[in-house]
Nanobody, 113 residues
Framework: QEQLVESGGGVVPAGGSLRLSCAVS????????MGWYRQRPGKRRDLVAQ???????NYVDSVKGRFTISRDTAKRTVDLQMNSLQFEDTAMYYC???????WGQGTQVTVSS
């Protein structure tokens, strides 16, 4: 059974929106804070947003006010709503439980200028 499955990426014009979703195994979802990361070509993988098991959230400055991370307990997903997308948001996006180094296959987001 896969522990993390990301979906929702695609190609969107600048200013548009996308909603990413990460299906999480039960053991991880119930016990770990979760993060959304992104990796631009030739760059390192960086944390974009994180959410605790209790719903507390933190964001990197570049996405504050544009991105919203949330947990859906019924679906066991961690979602990332991305609004006002910019060309610089183009990247492969991954969700991961904080501190474990476990990764899914990622989902590509491409923002056209």
């Amino acid at each position: 059974q896969e522990q993390l499955v990301e979906s929702g990426g695609g190609v969107v014009p600048a200013g548009g929106s996308l909603r990413l979703s990460c299906a999480v195994s039960e053991s991880l979802f119930n016990t770990r804070a979760m993060g959304w990361y992104r990796q631009r070509p030739g760059k390192r993988r960086d944390l974009v947003a994180q959410i605790s098991t209790g719903g507390n959230t933190n964001y990197v400055d570049s996405v504050k006010g544009r991105f919203t991370i949330s947990r859906d307990t019924a679906k066991r997903t961690v979602d990332l709503q991305m609004n006002s997308l910019q060309f610089e948001d183009t990247a492969m996006y991954y969700c991961s439980p904080m501190g474990l180094g476990i990764w899914g296959q990622g989902t590509q987001v491409t923002v056209s200028s």
